[in-house]
């Protein structure tokens, strides 16, 4: 079985591919010093606990933080006996090679959302994915990452205010009840949550006119359900989009 592991700036993500679907998916914190050891007894344990038995062979990783791969490495070595394919790296090939300008090196959480929404709803794509940073990619027609937009993820905007200004607290992302917020938490949340629906409308806006044709709006990651139960946003959600990705790169090395 293939184990897909998403390391992300916050969390790290583990899921377990059967082959026609994700049989076990778990959660845990990104610690740039936690070992292989460490990783194994964390993972074993949850299989047992769970009652999840998996013979896992293969693996393959998508990391934005550099630090983690060389312990992923080891772990995946020591314990499943196999070498990982590591997004990015040159012994993993994409579906489609990203047209970017010459030396810029993307993010492997974006060249696997895009392969992952390429396999699942074309080309001419917007994915937006809500994570540490709010992300925006542009896949073409032929599924390649052609390149997007970074902006500021909605929590990292939140602890910016409370930690800037000495008198807002620290207050959690909701769609609040009016836009005129009558307290300092209300207020907070109004102006983070009607701004980011602001400015998802109009970087979409602006990117579809700049490509001059019809573009599907693809949401994924943790807050997507949120911006996309209050407004038309989005024409699809995929909670899982990184990880359907990983397995699309995987079948892709595999098969050439």
């Not at 992300?8 to 070992?35: D, L």
């Not at 902006?151 to 939140?158: A, F, H, K, M, R």
């Amino acid at each position: 079985m293939l184990l897909c592991i998403d390391c992300g700036n916050t969390n790290t993500v583990f899921s377990i591919w059967n082959g026609s679907e994700f049989i076990a998916k778990w959660r845990a914190s990104t610690e740039h010093q936690r070992t292989a050891d460490q990783y194994y007894v964390w993972l074993k344990t949850l299989m047992m606990l769970n009652n999840v038995e998996a013979e896992i062979d293969e693996v393959i990783i998508s990391s934005t933080v550099p630090r983690v791969v060389f312990n992923l490495r080891v772990f995946t070595d020591r314990y499943f006996n196999t070498r990982p394919y590591v997004v990015g790296k040159p012994e993993c090939a994409l579906p489609a090679e990203p047209r970017v300008d010459e030396g810029t090196i993307v993010g492997p959480d974006r060249l696997v959302n895009a392969a992952g929404a390429y396999d699942l709803y074309g080309g001419n794509l917007i994915v937006v994915d809500f994570g540490t940073a709010t992300t925006f990619d542009v896949v073409d027609h032929d599924g390649a990452y052609v390149g997007g937009v970074i902006s500021p993820g909605v929590n990292l905007s939140l602890e910016a205010l409370h930690n800037a200004a000495a008198a807002l607290p620290h207050v959690d992302i909701t769609k609040p009840q009016q836009v005129v917020g009558t307290n300092t938490v209300a207020c907070m949340q109004s102006g983070v949550f009607w701004g980011y629906v602001g400015l998802i409308k109009e970087i979409c806006a602006r990117i579809k006119a700049e490509r001059a044709q019809p573009m599907k709006v693809i949401a994924t990651g943790g807050l997507a359900p949120l911006f996309e139960q209050s407004e038309a946003l989005f024409d699809a959600f995929e909670d899982d989009l990184t990880m359907h990705g990983l397995t699309v790169i995987h079948r892709h090395n595999k098969e050439n």
